[in-house]
């Protein structure tokens, strides 16, 4: 079992960067490809970006590549989404999601994960 906490949302300009963090507990996060998605307000869910259980590789949407940064932390069992160059469009709420197979790349699709925090408000302002 893992549990995912995340943090580091807020409020910001267009522009302007933020740091999201997501904690997990467990002793088998090593294992765990992460990911990142988000939701904005009547839309679907939809993935931002993924890392493999080893940090050997990442996947990224189209929408924020080169904008934003995935990266892992073993020893501290952290999981960090850095965020620059923020659009309104980006405004959301991002989860963090953990995934117990070995897929590498590290996979897209939200039914492959299989633990999931509560959520943090990320809102970019024009």
């Known amino acids: 079992q893992v549990q995912l906490v995340e943090s580091g949302g807020g409020l910001v300009q267009a522009g302007g960067s933020l740091r999201l963090s997501c904690a997990a507990s467990?002793?088998?996060?090593?294992?765990?490809?992460m990911g990142w998605f988000r939701q904005a307000p009547g839309k679907e869910r939809e993935f931002v970006t993924a890392?493999?259980?080893?940090?050997?590789?990442?996947a990224y949407a189209d929408s924020v590549k080169g904008r934003f940064t995935i990266s892992r932390d073993g020893a501290k069992n952290m999981v960090y989404l850095q965020m620059d160059s923020l659009r309104p469009e980006d405004t959301a709420v991002y989860y963090c999601?953990?995934?117990?197979?070995?897929?590498?790349?590290?996979?897209?699709?939200?039914?492959?994960?299989?633990?999931w925090g509560q959520g943090t408000q990320v809102t970019v302002s024009s």
């Open positions: 999601a953990a995934d117990r197979s070995f897929t590498t790349p590290p996979s897209k699709l939200s039914l492959e994960y299989d633990y």
């Open positions: 467990g002793r088998t996060f090593g294992s765990y490809a």
């Open positions: 890392i493999s259980w080893n940090g050997g590789n990442t």
